[in-house]
């Protein structure tokens, strides 16, 4: 089958760029410019027409890219139109009408690339990552996972794991025979090695997720104590409803922001207090949820009523920040327990202090991020893999304390597919709709 998709993005722009891949695509080619085929990457103008009655739809650039030496490893070309809406419309729906093409799933162009060996799972999530990188620091970890350094480090691991299981097996399948004392001692030395290792890279406080899915601040704290005025202040914008009414915000209201290079994603909680509405407690839920998930809490509170009772003592324990809003309206001195705490004293309404309080933010992120080790880890995925890896060699390692070899073997065999199944060394299908379908159509 013959896939095809708008490539570049959705809507009005100058150019458009329509892709298609498989055994059909000369064919397409063909009938849409009535001519040849043009060279092997080499920019051609020509005329598109339409197919039946060969009226002109538009005059632009083709590329031919024949296969294996291609993106997908398939025969494959691009089509570069004026980016009207119905000039690719006008492209799409011609190409329709060939036999054996379709419009592409989302994802499925990286997909066929890495089916036909062209890229690896861990580079084909770097290129979903880089499409969607927001900042900088997003970008850099895509460049890096994509040169392949994680790749080579989890086959590394790998390989050893298969040398050990070699030596395993030798034993298996020779029982009468004596394993040498060398190799016996390399087969647990590298084991514990490789545990290590993998212990290691498991130990990296997140920082390769935090930078892909964003640094997570929630703010929680009671009703009117200014957490929406805040959210809306840091994000320049209204994003939540500001009211003097308590309870006003009853569900989690998000916004994506760059502070200085860094992805942040804010949240804006329902106020915590003791309420019999239902959809309030829900909300209430939500927030606390939202505060156990954070990677940072700013606790709002007002100047005026301070209550470290209940939840809110719960909530300043941990990575976080008492943020004491309307001092403006404070006659008198904080009491002496806050400054145990990490706070600032703040007034909204007057813009006081809230520098401050962006410095500390500031400063909470960048230490979030500062990392002496390479970041392998980019996704829950990896780590899931690497932790079922761990628990697999902890089983390998008692059993062969035992002599227990058949069932050692079992779970030396299983360590070593889930380090295969980081990079796709291994059979994958049933992970590969949830990492394509991220994608967006076209790439």
Known sequence: MTIYALSSGPGVSGVAVIRISGSETSKVIKSLTGKQIPQPRVATLRKINNINTSELIDEGIILWFPGPESYTGEDMAEIHVHGGKAVVLAVQNEISKIKNCRLAEPGEFTKLAFQNGKINLLKAESIADLITAETEIQRLQAIKIMKGKSSERFNELRDKLLKILSYVEAKIDFPDEDLPEDNIK????????????????????????????????????????????????????????????????????????????????????????????????????????????????????????????????????????????????????????????????????????????????????????????????????????????????????DKNNKKDFDKAAEDLRLATRHLGMIVGKVDVEEILGSIFNDFCIGK
């Open 186 to 397: 390399k087969i647990k030395e590298n084991s514990l090695e490789v545990l290590n290792d993998i212990n290691k890279i498991l130990n990296d406080q997140k920082v390769g997720e935090i930078i892909r899915e964003g640094f997570k601040i929630a703010i929680v704290g009671p009703t009117n104590a200014g957490k929406s005025s805040l959210i809306n202040y840091l994000s320049n914008r209204e994003v939540a409803i500001v009211s003097e009414i308590a309870g006003t915000t009853r569900d989690v209201v998000e916004t994506h922001l760059n502070i200085d290079g860094y992805p942040v994603i804010i949240s804006d909680t329902a106020g915590i207090r003791d309420s019999k509405d239902e959809i309030e407690k829900k909300g209430i839920k939500l927030s606390l949820k939202k505060a156990e998930n954070a990677d940072l809490k700013l606790v709002v509170v007002d100047a005026k009523s301070i209550d470290f009772s209940g939840f809110f003592n719960d909530l300043i324990k941990k990575n976080a920040i008492l943020v004491i809003n309307k001092s403006d309206l404070l006659n008198k001195k904080l009491d002496q327990e806050i400054s145990k705490h990490n706070h600032v004293l703040i007034s909204l309404k007057d813009n006081l202090n809230i520098d401050e309080l962006i410095t500390k933010i500031k400063n909470n992120i960048r230490d979030k991020f500062i990392t002496e080790e390479d970041i392998l880890i980019t996704r829950e995925r990896h780590r899931q893999h690497l932790v079922q890896c761990a628990d697999h060699l902890k089983n390998f390692l």
